[in-house]
Every structure is written in C-alpha cells, then in structure tokens.
C-alpha cells in the first residue's frame, strides 16, 4: 500500500478544491493539545456503563515491522497483502490450504472477493485501507466497513453463539460479543468458508489464505488510548490451519473530519470487462 | 480552468493528503506491470465512479493518428481524501500519465503517474501496486 506523505503546502488551493467534496466535519469530544492538534495518546473515552467506547471512524495503521520481530507474548503484525507475512515460518497450512493460496495466487486473484466487489475475510475487512465506523448500540455492536459496504453486527445481548451448522452459514459468520475487562472480546462461527460455493468464498488476505466453515474466530479489541485501536485475530479452523494461530492488526482513530463516503463497487466495474468476464460497454 | 490551474489545485491535494488510497484490484489480472506505458494526450473525460475513477486521453501516436487511452485511478473517495475532486481534471487539459498497460491489449492501463503540462509529477493513486 502506497501512502500520501509530504509537506503541507499550498493549502490556499487544496481548499478550493476541497470546497467541491463530501463536507469535512470533525467529530464530538476530541480531546486536543496544547497546540491544538489531536492529543491521540489521551485516555481512551468510555461509555457511560463504564467501558471503553470503541466507536468512531478507523483506519488501519501504516505501521511494519520485520518477520520474526514481534516480542514475546505479542502477536506479529498483520498486513493487507499477507497476514503471514511476520510469521517467519508461515502461516501453518494445512498441505491443500497452502495449495489453493498458491494457486489462488497464480490465478492472478481472479476471485479476490476485494476485486469482485463482494464481502470480504474478517482480516481482509480489518486490513482494508478504505475505513470502517464502529458503532455500538445497547444490544448489539455494527462494524460498517467503507470497502465493498461490509456490515458486520455484533450481538451484546447476552446470547449464546448458535451451534456450528445450525444457521446457514455467511459471508460475515454469526457473531456474539461480550467484554472481558476493558477488552472487546468478538467470537464468531457459521462462516462460509471454501464449502460456500463461491471461489470468492474465504480470502483471509490478499494470498488468499483459506478458511472453512469450521472456522471459530476471536477477536480481542482493545482501545489502547483515543487515537489507537488493538485487535487481536485468532484463526481456529483445524480443517485449514494445523494449529490455531494470533494476528495483531492495527487502527488508528481517523479525527481529522473525513466521514464514512458511500462506496457503490459496481457502479463502473471496469475489472470485469479488463479480464474478459464481463462485455465491454 | 486552464490546464494549469487544474495541476496546480491536483498538486496541492496530493501533497497534503495522509490518506492511503484504496487498493481494491488484484492487479496482476488487469495490468501487466512488464507493459508500463508513458503517454501524453488531452483529457477527454474523467469518470468519477467506483470502484475506480478513470481518466481518458485522446493520444497522438507519430503517425497522427488519435487513439483514445483510459486511465484506472484510486477510488474517488481514496481521491477525494487526498485532495481530488471530480473537477481536478478537465477536458482539454495536456497531462502525461505513467503506468502499467492492460494485459487484454487495450487502450486501457492502471495509472501510476500523472504529470501536467507544466511537468509536475502528480501520483494518481491508482490500485494496489503488484503484490509479492
């Protein structure tokens, strides 16, 4: 993923330009320094039940780091491209797993559900450059991910997770959230996974990790203060995975006043047309 | 607006922007990273739509023959965070763009680069780049 950097010039013509845009409109209680800027390490808000409050708008940080580098007791980084990509060994596939990412791969993504315009892996949401919007309300918990219109809803309302196969299986799985301290703790199952049908069915990542539909996910949020957000990502799915394994994935608050923008991915799917599979217009 | 006063205003947004653009396309399907292409034309039309926005160049090959080349950018909202809107380019306005040729040998390509008139490199924020 590229990113934008620079210096701050010209902004006399960035804000003629801005002026024809989606309105920008900074959020409620931004904590702020002394020079004005977004405090991003302030205390992290809480609700008024007393735990934190994850909502807002998030985008994943731009941090790396170097296979292997993760210290102990913490679980290497996730990225876009490759969630195994801090695992020195790998990802621990199962040998017909490794297969369909390789071949997946060597298919040219083809059936990246990303490039389809259709729901995408849990870790492929997480990982999207495009932002997500956390929203909690008393019962449930929306995740609403920018990227291909995901929207996840997280039950709070005490409920059991159902038994595995008992609901059809989903793009987004069923799931179930409960706190655990000051920890966010999101286990979910009824996925898809390869036995949906689809070929876009369970891409973990842009190499197309597998999962299947005996996939129990857990995800751990943790607003570490206003400006950072901590998910850990344990994949348990012992039909894909010989054991189960922790991904760390990272957000940033976005403060600055961009909002959520409608994203209507098929309106000029030019893909489609570029890889033959649709006519030309 | 002059050609130039569209570069200036594009220019601008990009250097001030922090956002990452969105990577939405497998690319090596579309593009052919080992086809890049360097061309110069006059706008033709900018289309802002998802899930990416495309330019269209009218190019004049040596011959003097016209062909009309499309562009694949970033996302409009992954534009529009970076400062472009659907105004930054114009028809009529002169831009180079540096990219990677569709793999189906159209006229199309992912744009890498666009520079103006004035010979200012502006990136364009197109799609994921080639993956490891």
């Known amino acids: ?281 | 607006m002059t050609a130039k006063t569209a570069s200036v205003i594009v220019l601008a947004g990009l250097i001030a922007g922090s956002w990452p653009v969105a990577a939405h396309h497998a690319f090596s399907a579309e593009f052919d990273a080992d086809k890049p292409v360097k061309l110069t034309g006059s706008v033709t039309k900018l289309e802002w739509t998802n899930p990416h926005a495309w330019i269209y160049l009218d190019v004049k090959d040596a011959s003097g023959k016209v062909a009309n080349w499309g562009f694949e950018l970033a996302s409009p909202n992954g534009l529009m965070r970076n400062g472009w809107t659907r105004f930054s380019l114009k028809p009529g306005d002169i831009v180079t763009v540096e990219g990677s040729r569709a793999k189906n040998g159209s006229t199309n390509a992912n744009a890498q680069v666009v520079v103006s008139s004035s010979g200012q490199r502006l990136f364009a924020g197109s799609g994921d780049a080639p993956q490891p």
Request: hydrophobic share 35%; aromatic share 10%; glycine share 8%.
């Open chain 1, 1 to 281: 993923m590229r990113r934008f950097t620079g210096a701050a010039v010209m902004i006399a013509a960035l804000s003629v330009s801005v002026s024809a845009q989606w309105p920008r409109r900074e959020p409620p209680r931004v904590p702020k320094g002394a020079d004005g800027k977004v405090n991003l390490v302030a205390p992290a808000p809480r609700a008024p039940d007393g735990k934190p409050d994850l909502g807002g708008i998030w985008e994943v940080s731009a941090r790396r780091e170097a296979p292997g580098s993760a210290p102990p007791g913490r679980p290497p980084l996730a990225v876009f491209a490759n969630i195994g990509v801090n695992f020195p060994e790998g990802l621990p596939f199962q040998p017909w797993a490794a297969e369909l990412s390789r071949k997946r791969v060597a298919n040219q993504r083809y059936d990246n559900p990303d490039a389809l315009c259709l729901p995408q892996g849990p870790l492929q949401y997480h990982l999207d450059p495009q932002p997500r919007e956390i929203i909690h309300t008393p019962r449930k918990t929306l995740i609403v991910y920018e990227s291909n219109y995901g929207l996840r809803t997280i039950y709070t309302d005490g409920r059991s997770l159902p038994k595995q196969g008992e609901p059809q299986p989903y793009w987004h799985g069923y799931s179930v959230g409960r706190w655990d301290g000051d920890t966010f703790v999101v286990e979910s199952n009824n996925f898809r996974g390869v036995q949906g049908g689809h070929a876009a069915d369970a891409w973990l990542d842009q190499m197309g990790s597998p999962y299947t539909d005996a996939l129990q996910l857990t995800e751990r949020f943790r607003r570490v203060n206003f400006g950072n957000m901590e998910i850990d990502v344990t994949i348990d799915d012992p039909k894909a995975y010989t054991r189960p394994f922790t991904v760390r994935v990272e957000h940033r608050i976005v403060a600055d006043g961009w909002e959520m923008t409608e994203f209507i991915c098929h309106e000029n799917q030019k893909f489609l047309e570029l890889t033959g599979r649709a006519p030309a217009r």
